[in-house]
């Protein structure tokens, strides 16, 4: 079997990593050169050895397909942000084009894309055994801006939803600081999906304010954890203790809170006032 070449022309030492991160099946002889400015890798199988052909395709696809994402695709997302993202300012393209190659070497993102593109691949090096990755990627140019141009669109996403939660964070954090401090510290007991708020003295704060929050949002889809911080937003204690179990600390609901209240913020694993989730979870 002849050998199965893969010419690069960039970051030689980081593609010698993508390569040593593969274990083959099979041992291959692996061969490297320098020809023309390019480096040129050589993947080669013993005489003796018996080696299923597609398997070392597919390997060798998913080694092109790491060093395009990994090596090359980070000059042709800033290429094609350039391009065609001309409303942004450099600070909000340089953010772009960071959320887009994080997205594409993700293995979690565009799933079905990479896999159309893995099988291009090796059809690609069944028909011509060398492949020189800066070549293919002229040739395949369409495919690939199309791959890009999906993550670009998708870091645009994030990116504005991302912007729009921290100016919605900051509205929250002015409303609380223009209110009057209702109560100097209110204890917040989260219990799975429900919530019970107490004073200082440990009295649970009952106010028929809430009782009509809910009366009237409850039929709109308004999540607990959405009137949990309207609640306290209209209370605005000087301080709040939250009392959650070890599992709940990633929650969204406690990641909100702290952005929300910062410095007036404890938590709490474990008190008197964390028995009352006993209560909560028995229905009492």
């Known amino acids: 079997m002849e050998p199965i070449k893969i010419g690069i022309n960039k970051d030689l030492e980081k593609v010698k990593e993508i390569i040593d991160s593969y274990s083959f099946e099979r041992k291959l002889n692996i061969e490297e050169e ?7 890798f050589s993947f080669s199988i013993g005489k003796r050895k018996t080696y299923d052909e597609l398997i070392l395709y597919d390997n060798l696809a998913h080694i092109v397909q790491d060093i395009i994402i990994k090596v090359y695709a980070k000059y042709l997302i800033v290429y094609r942000v350039n391009k065609i993202c001309t409303d942004f300012n450099i600070s909000d393209r340089e953010e772009i084009i960071v959320y887009s190659h994080n997205m594409l070497m993700n293995k979690n993102y565009f799933v079905k894309e990479k896999q159309f593109l893995n099988g291009e691949i090796v059809n690609y090096l069944i ?8 070549g293919y990627l002229r040739f395949r140019l369409k495919d690939f801006n199309f791959l890009i141009d999906r993550a670009i669109e998708k870091s645009i996403e994030e990116l504005t939803a991302e912007k729009e939660y921290k100016e919605f964070i900051k509205i929250l954090q002015y409303f609380i600081d223009i209110q009057e401090p209702k109560y100097d510290l209110v ?3 989260l219990c799975d999906n429900d919530y019970r708020l107490m004073d200082e ?4 704060i009952e106010n028929d304010f809430f009782s009509d929050i809910i009366n009237e949002l409850s039929y709109e889809g308004i999540s607990k954890d959405d009137l949990l911080i309207s609640s306290l937003i209209v209370i605005a204690p000087k301080r709040l203790v939250v009392h959650i179990d070890e599992k709940d600390k990633d929650k969204e609901i406690v990641e ?29």
């Open 34 to 40: 320098n020809y023309n400015d390019r480096d040129i």
């Open 127 to 134: 028909e011509n055994r060398t492949l020189l990755v800066d």
């Open 187 to 189: 204890n917040v007991i």
């Open 201 to 204: 003295n440990n009295k649970i």
């Open 256 to 284: 909100v809170l702290t952005n929300i209240f910062k410095e007036r913020i404890n938590f709490c694993l474990g008190c008197d006032v964390c028995k009352v989730k006993i209560k909560m979870k028995k229905g009492k």
